[in-house]
């Protein structure tokens, strides 16, 4: 596991033992980031379900400005922070060891770009888009990136939030959703 682009590019980061975290491959991330290389510079992003900690630490090799990275087992959190130093972005990270609905319940943060990647088959994903959208922290124009099995749907989102494109790789799939300009009322 490495960062594959950016002032990082070719970091190789810390992996989990066991088989707890289930990091994202190489070939996912890269297409991943293909397609955002564009949504980053300067933009504040959210990488919930954490784990290693790769896909925020891409995301600031590749120009975001900050990320919070939120994982609730202690040992992931030890591990993005390792991954953080690693990769000399201790100024512009944090990490919150703290259940992810937790979290987004009691955040008071606005994001650009979020990162949901929890366990397939827990349920985690929609409870997390439902969450992100009730308690709207994202930013006009952001983009909430699922990563799931190919079997999981997007379900219907509420304004000013909208489904995009899916992306299929393997048994991987990747569901892009945005939040709109304002809403007229």
Not at 96 to 114: G, T
């Amino acid at each position: 596991m490495r960062i594959i682009s950016g002032t990082a590019r070719g970091r190789k980061l810390k992996e989990p033992q066991g088989m707890d975290t289930r990091p994202t491959t190489d070939k996912v991330k890269e297409s991943l980031f293909n397609i955002i290389q564009f949504e980053l510079e300067g933009r504040r992003v959210l990488d919930l379900y954490a784990g290693t900690g790769q896909l925020g630490l891409e995301a600031l090799s590749r120009g975001a400005e900050h990320c919070t990275f939120v994982d609730q087992r202690r040992e992931a959190a030890a591990l993005v922070r390792e991954n953080i130093r690693l990769c000399r972005f201790e100024a512009q990270a944090r990490v919150a060891q703290e259940e992810a609905l937790s979290f987004l319940s009691a955040c008071r943060e606005k994001f650009d770009v979020v990162f949901l990647d929890p366990p397939y088959q827990s349920g985690l994903l929609e409870k997390s888009l439902k969450l992100l959208t009730q308690f709207d922290i994202l930013r006009e124009h952001g983009i909430i990136v699922c990563e799931s099995g190919t079997e999981w749907n997007i379900p219907t989102l509420a304004p000013p939030y909208e489904a995009g494109r899916e992306y299929r790789y393997g048994q991987i799939k990747l569901s892009l959703c945005r939040r709109t300009g304002s809403v007229r009322q």
